[in-house]
């Protein structure tokens, strides 16, 4: 049996992702080097901003030389490259730290801030836009081609502070924009890093309430900035399949209007799975200046903190870690669009 039959005789699934797989490599290599040559680009001496101005040259070249900054740009980026594979992105400059550890604290509340606004934006855009094309009369219709055209053009730090203002210090119905959970309360064991799931595992009902409540606006705000763009796509390619012939000809065979919907949104989830996976990726850059306003502590503002103070361990590790989520998603993007179109050749 050759190689290629065997490969045939995997679930289609899996014959995606090994697909993918064999890119996978080369790319996050392109993103190391890539990374590595434009971070050094960045104004502003790390030694020089670590001990001050009143460093003496001495002590500048010193601590260079610690930090492995004297080294010609590919002697440094051979030993950093070496560092990685063994799983080890350095220490950052500034909280001394290891940067993977800094990063293992941050990730599980970015992605619990994205994944959350995610589900919700994907809810709410398809649910505006099949009402919008079934009642092209109602309200939701004149109210999605208002919110269409306003979405994209509002910032998402000015929806945020907007939302902290009237939901927060006029109405008092939101929590302080502080944090990811009640300083009162306490952290309980990390096991998925989702405060809101480990809560429960907990048992710490107090605790989940104040993790749900404080995603409520940095979540709203994300939604309220990405829902317009997919809605307004999902719309045009659910109009052409609900529209379609053979939707007509299902309606003239007896069909209930349940029935036709889920029928005419099942042949349009190709492209919504694309735009989803797109909206995925970008969320996590997104939510930079998101998670700045309401004191988040997630990869966000370790980012900015990085290229603030040009730690370079840092912010290649932040880079590394984003390029990685980025490939994952479209990966599997990759594996449901297959899956969503069996047309599609593997």
Do not use: C
Request: charged letters at 10%; a neutral charge.
């Amino acid at each position: 049996m050759t190689l290629r039959t065997s490969l045939r005789a995997l679930p289609r699934p899996f014959r995606i992702v090994l697909a993918r797989l064999a890119i996978l490599v080369p790319q996050m290599f392109g993103v190391l080097l890539a990374t590595f040559l434009l971070i050094r680009l960045l104004p502003g001496d790390p030694a020089l901003l670590m001990l001050g101005n009143m460093a003496t040259p001495e002590q500048i070249h010193n601590l260079r030389e610690r930090l492995g900054l004297n080294g010609s740009v590919w002697e440094q980026f051979s030993s950093y490259i070496s560092t990685v594979v063994h799983g080890d992105l350095g220490t950052s400059m500034f909280t001394s730290n290891p940067v993977v550890v800094d990063l293992l604290d941050r990730v599980p509340a970015t992605l619990e801030l994205i994944t959350y606004a995610m589900i919700l934006t994907i809810a709410v855009s398809v649910s505006l836009a099949v009402i919008a094309v079934i009642r092209p009369k109602g309200l939701v219709n004149k109210f999605s081609k208002v919110y269409g055209l306003a979405a994209g053009a509002v910032p998402d730090f000015w929806v945020g502070l907007l939302l902290i203002y009237f939901l927060f210090y006029v109405a008092g119905i939101a929590p302080a924009p502080f944090g990811r959970l009640d300083p009162i309360l306490s952290t309980p064991t990390a096991v998925t890093g989702f405060l809101t799931i480990d809560t429960l595992i907990a048992g710490d009902f107090s605790a989940f309430s104040s993790a749900v409540g404080r995603l409520v606006l940095p979540v709203l705000t994300l939604v309220i900035v990405n829902a317009g763009a997919l809605m307004k796509m999902t719309q045009m390619v659910f109009a052409d399949n609900y529209r379609s012939e053979y939707v007509r000809h299902a309606r003239a065979s007896g069909l209930s209007e349940w029935q036709l919907v889920r029928m005419a949104l099942r042949n349009s989830l190709p492209p919504i799975i694309t735009m989803v996976g797109f909206l995925f990726g970008f969320l996590l850059g997104a939510a930079v200046l998101v998670e700045t306003i309401f004191a988040w502590g997630g990869l966000g503002q370790y980012a900015v903190s990085a290229v603030m103070n040009s730690d370079y361990p840092a912010l290649q590790g932040f880079v590394l870690v984003a390029a990685a989520f980025i490939l994952i998603v479209y990966t599997a993007v990759d594996v449901f669009y297959g899956i969503a179109d069996p047309r599609i050749e593997v």
